[in-house]
């Protein structure tokens, strides 16, 4: 019942609109809301005459018996705004979308943990150069990390990194002197417990990080001289800070970095000292 | 894509795993090893003439049983036996002629002058060349000179000893070795009849089968043994 009653003045309010619309409307002018306009088959009624608009009869009173509904105000956009053309459905206009807020505004999350392959260069330093000074292109290098925080990702690293040099040499030891052509090569494994800090933690930016490396380096040095060879394995205890950046690429993501590593003299053998050049993919 | 990639990064770290892989010594030139020993204190400026045998001594072909005793010490004590599985090639006498005059020219080049023996010069010392070829890892001390008593028992009459530092040496499969031994005659012990070794050149390497390199490994490390031995120059104090 109020909603015909309310039906019936909103019908008012349009007929001023529709008649303007002429006859087009009147032809074609389907029902306004299932089962709230006419039924399609029914003929649109005859708009009302112009003079009878203004002096459209009040929607009769409510029963007296029935409790008053309280007069909300209308929601908004209701009721719809007249259409300015043609009115071809009479449907209520569509409201506003209904958009869910937006998501907090954080990165995406990362993963658990990750695994970094290497390939590693490298170039000896003091009594390691002096031992094998050649620049090294062979080396690979495997790092697990996990995430503590998006920021502090602490794993492991190992390592095997091989230097070598070969020369003729002339050497003197007492009353011996010794001439032929020496090669050594020195095979290290550095096996590093790390600390890594990115500064960066969008997954989809480059990633800058530094890092450290504490633990043991196996060291095998390797001598060929003639046709003899001596060899001996050492270990040490050592250290490698590291800096490095994370690239995202397509589905890769490039790692490169840099390592200085240092591990203390042990036993008759000298400490070792080398940097590090990796380039490697973050899987 | 991203496997292709993959694929790609480890195909090219394999590569470079066999191509940068240091391969050590991987001629056999560079097997070719000088090691030289001087007496300690000796004063080799009085010493002005030489001689030399026109052999090169087969050091293999040796009873060592027969060898003479060492002095104890320094000298080390009595030369082992010859080591057991100690295969010893047979040695070419081949490149004697060529060794033997490198030998002489680099030592004239010292300022040493050969004595005439057949006028019955007697020199201040005595370079004896000896050679020898093993197929096995050989250690052992005193190179047995008392070969060389069966042609020039003049030189070796008595025992050679080593009285300033043992002289060890090792040869190896399948290497040749050539031994250089300066003995002063001058400083010859009578009563011990022994002669003092005042230095020693050794020279090994891995024996290979071009003719034309063996000779210039020869040639190369003979002057090698010299160069790195000035204090044997006449007159130098």
Redesign the interface.
């Known amino acids: 019942m109020i909603a015909l009653t309310r039906l019936a003045a909103f019908t008012a309010t349009l007929a001023p609109f529709a008649l303007a619309a002429g006859t087009a409307f009147a032809q074609s002018g389907p029902p306004a809301a299932p089962g709230a306009g006419p039924q399609p088959t029914q003929p649109p009624a005859p708009p009302p005459p112009p003079q009878a608009a203004p002096a459209a009869p009040p929607p009769p009173p409510p029963a007296v018996a029935e409790p008053q509904p309280v007069q909300y105000p209308p929601p908004p956009g209701y009721p719809p705004p007249a259409a300015s053309g043609p009115v071809y459905y009479s449907a209520y206009p569509p409201g506003q979308v209904y958009e869910p807020p937006p998501p907090p505004s954080r990165p995406p999350r990362q993963k658990r943990d990750l695994l970094m392959v290497a390939y590693n260069t490298s170039v000896g330093l003091g009594d390691t150069h002096d031992f094998a000074p050649d620049f090294s292109f062979l080396g690979f290098s495997f790092d697990w990390r996990a995430r503590v925080s998006d920021n502090f990702w602490p794993g492991i690293s190992l390592g095997w990194q091989v230097m070598y040099g070969k020369d003729v040499k002339t050497l003197s030891y007492g009353n011996t002197t010794f001439t032929g052509t020496i090669a050594t090569s020195l095979n290290v494994f550095p096996m590093l417990a790390t600390g890594n800090y990115y500064f960066m933690t969008d997954p989809k930016r480059a990633r800058p990080y530094a890092g450290l490396g504490v633990g043991a380096y196996a060291a095998e040095h390797r001598l060929d001289v003639g046709v003899w060879t001596i060899s001996d394995t050492s270990w040490h205890f050592g250290f490698a800070p590291e800096i490095g950046a994370v690239l995202p690429t397509g589905n890769l993501r490039l790692v490169v970095s840099s390592k200085f590593n240092y591990a203390f003299a042990s036993d008759r053998w000298d400490p070792l000292m080398y940097f590090n050049f990796n380039v490697g993919v973050e899987l | 894509?991203?496997h292709t990639?993959?694929s790609t990064?480890l195909v090219?770290?394999a590569a470079?795993?066999l191509a940068?892989?240091?391969r050590?010594?991987d001629d056999a030139a560079?097997?070719?090893?000088?090691?030289?020993?001087?007496?300690?204190d000796y004063d080799y400026s009085r010493n002005l003439t030489y001689d030399i045998p026109d052999k090169i001594a087969d050091l293999c072909d040796v009873d060592t049983s027969q060898l003479p005793g060492g002095d104890g010490g320094a000298a080390g004590a009595r030369p082992s036996p010859f080591p057991e599985g100690a295969e010893c090639n047979e040695i070419t006498h081949a490149f004697d002629a060529a060794i033997l005059s490198e030998v002489r020219r680099n030592f004239e080049a010292l300022g040493y002058k050969r004595v005439d023996k057949d006028a019955g010069e007697k020199p201040d010392v005595a370079l004896l060349v000896g050679a020898l070829s093993s197929n096995n890892w050989v250690a052992y001390t005193y190179y047995p000179w008392s070969y060389y008593c069966y042609y020039y028992p003049y030189y070796c009459g008595w025992g050679i000893y080593y009285p300033?530092?043992p002289t060890t040496s090792?040869v190896?499969?399948p290497?040749g070795t050539l031994l250089m031994d300066l003995v002063s005659l001058k400083d010859a012990d009578s009563d011990q009849q022994r002669t003092p070794s005042i230095w020693t050149g050794s020279v090994?390497?891995?024996l290979a089968d071009s003719d034309t390199d063996t000779a210039t490994r020869i040639n190369v490390t003979i002057d090698?043994a010299f160069a790195?031995?000035p204090y044997l120059k006449v007159g130098k104090p």
Not at chain 2, 30 to 40: H, L, N, P
């Open positions: 894509m991203g990639l993959r990064i090219t770290a470079c795993l940068c892989h240091p050590g010594i560079e097997t070719d090893t000088v090691v030289t020993r001087r007496a300690k300033y530092y090792i190896n499969y290497t090994s390497g891995l090698q790195q031995s």
